[in-house]
């Protein structure tokens, strides 16, 4: 249980300090399916952020005492569009942090969709549980994991969810015949 306990509080700790920043947000990857779906274990944090190079050094300034941050994954990030990592310096969990790519509908979308929850006190801006579906579905698309179905056969278990956003995304996804199977899946499971 101490891992939990730890993944949560190092969770509160990075969001109070993106907050401080006024960094734009969203939690999403399997502390997301966790919230919206069956708890799972995960070893890392994934952060959805919009930064530019005005932040770097406040970054650095704010996170350094209690994780490992590199000057040149921001900055590779900020050049490339890729992502980098901070790492908890007690406990080892790494904190992946996303950019948000300004050139997909979706991701702006799930971005402006995201949906504050109370986590142990903390207001915390979470992916809302269609678009985690959404990028799940495109994840396995491109990986073949089967990581991806049970986490979303676990969304659309426990969460109520607009299918129609889905299907719709799914569409211009080219991921619509993998959804049917998980909905005709979920459907029979009953």
């Known amino acids: 249980m101490k891992n939990e306990i730890d993944l949560i509080d190092i969770l509160q700790l990075v969001v109070k300090r993106l907050k401080i920043l006024k960094i734009p947000y969203v939690v999403t990857g399997g502390v997301a399916v966790s919230f919206w779906g069956a708890p799972r274990s995960t070893h890392d944090i994934d952060i959805i952020i919009e930064i530019d190079s005005s932040k770097t050094d406040k970054i650095i300034k704010l996170f350094e005492k209690e994780f490992y941050v590199s000057r040149e994954g921001i900055e590779s ?3 490339h569009n ?3 990592n901070i790492i908890h310096n007690e406990s080892g969990l790494k904190i992946d942090f996303w950019p948000i790519d300004k050139n997909d509908a979706h991701k702006i979308a799930e971005f402006k969709r ?3 929850k109370n986590i142990f006190g903390e ?3 979470m992916i809302a549980p269609e678009d985690l579906i959404i990028v799940k579905l495109q994840w396995f698309k491109d990986s073949d994991s089967s990581r991806h179905i049970d986490d979303i056969k676990s969304i659309l278990r426990i ?3 607009d299918l129609e956003y889905i299907k719709n ?7 619509t015949d993998i959804l049917n199977q998980l909905i005709k899946e979920n459907k029979s499971s009953y």
């Open 169 to 175: 995304w799914a569409e211009k996804h080219g991921t």
């Open 114 to 116: 995201a949906i504050s």
């Open 123 to 125: 207001k915390i801006l």
């Open 82 to 84: 890729i992502s980098f």
């Open 159 to 161: 969460s109520k969810v």
């Open 77 to 79: 990030m900020l050049e």
